[in-house]
């Protein structure tokens, strides 16, 4: 009964293979495709931080820059506007087309001798004239010409050298005329003020004269007439001797200058004059100290 039960199994199997293999052999139906899952954007993420290679892995890595530091963007102002067509008048205006090319200048102050000079004159005063031409707008070179009139006194020194048994002389003095040429250079100093240089030279007409006191109408001591104004009185003096000569000098100053308004500018100015006389051990040399206009 066993063996024919093993057998009848052994003849169902084989016949069941080849029915099984037919099966695998035949093409099996296409399975529809899974629906496609449309892909959300990544997330923008900081790099990861360096992270140092593991050990043994046989090469080095070097370390990377830290990334630059990103400034804040800050407010820019707008351009600053043109100036005002006026400025004020303390602000200094650089010099432009209309600005004239030719100044006058007047002044007026102190004469002083300088050197040896001052034992044989005394300080006096000093006035002038001139007239400065520039070559171009804005130069700060200026070609000057100038008319002075110096007036000292002489010392007793002076006027003892000059007494005769004859005379009484008691009083002299020393006139000058003179008319330089000068360069003149300016230096700004601020807004409100300019330096000055010049030198030059010219000529230089010196009159030394001296008087005594005289009498007229008979009468003595100081007494004296004056016919033109019908006058007698006392006190009265009479030229009675003196010398004129031209001879050619030089000079050098400086000055400070700043505007007043109304195209004019005040001045204050020294300068040095040098003459040299002939047949003397020392020169006349006079130093005057001048305020004025310059327009």
Same mark, same amino acid.
């Given at each position: ?25 035949? +093409?099996? =139906?296409?399975? &529809? ?6 892909? /959300? ?5 900081? $790099? %990861? @931080? ?16 830290? +990334?630059? =530091?990103?400034? &804040? ?6 351009? /600053? ?5 006026? $400025? %004020? @008048? ?206």
């Amino acid at each position: 009964m066993t063996k024919r039960s093993i057998a009848l199994t052994a003849i169902g199997l084989c016949s069941a293979l080849p029915a099984a293999r037919a099966q695998q052999t035949q +093409p099996q =139906p296409a399975q &529809p495709a899974p629906p496609v899952q449309q892909q /959300q954007p990544a997330q923008q993420q900081s $790099p %990861p @931080a360096q992270q140092s290679p593991p050990a043994g892995s046989g090469y080095y890595r070097f370390p990377q820059p830290a +990334p630059a =530091p990103q400034y &804040p963007t800050y407010y820019s102002y707008p351009a /600053q506007s043109p100036p005002p067509a006026n $400025p %004020p @008048a303390h602000v200094m205006v650089t010099p432009s087309a209309n600005d004239r090319l030719v100044h006058w200048r007047v002044d007026g102050g102190w004469s002083e001798p300088a050197g040896a000079t001052s034992d044989y004159l005394q300080g006096g005063y000093s006035v002038g004239l001139g007239v400065s031409v520039a070559p171009a707008h804005g130069s700060p070179l200026d070609l000057r010409l100038d008319v002075n009139y110096d007036r000292n006194a002489a010392t007793q020194k002076l006027i003892g050298a000059n007494q005769t048994s004859g005379d009484v002389i008691n009083r002299g003095r020393e006139e000058i005329w003179s008319g330089t040429l000068d360069l003149e250079m300016h230096l700004p100093l601020g807004p409100a003020a300019d330096l000055y240089v010049f030198g030059g030279g010219g000529a230089y007409n010196m009159s030394l004269s001296f008087g005594e006191p005289f009498y007229a109408a008979g009468g003595g001591g100081n007494y004296y007439c004056d016919p033109f104004e019908q006058f007698c009185g006392g006190g009265g003096e009479v030229k009675v001797s003196s010398r004129t000569l031209t001879k050619f000098g030089w000079n050098a100053g400086a000055g400070i200058e700043g505007p007043i308004g109304i195209g004019a500018k005040w001045f204050i100015e020294g300068r040095y004059n040098r003459v040299q006389h002939p047949n003397t051990a020392f020169p006349l040399a006079f130093i005057p100290v001048t305020v004025g206009l310059r327009f």
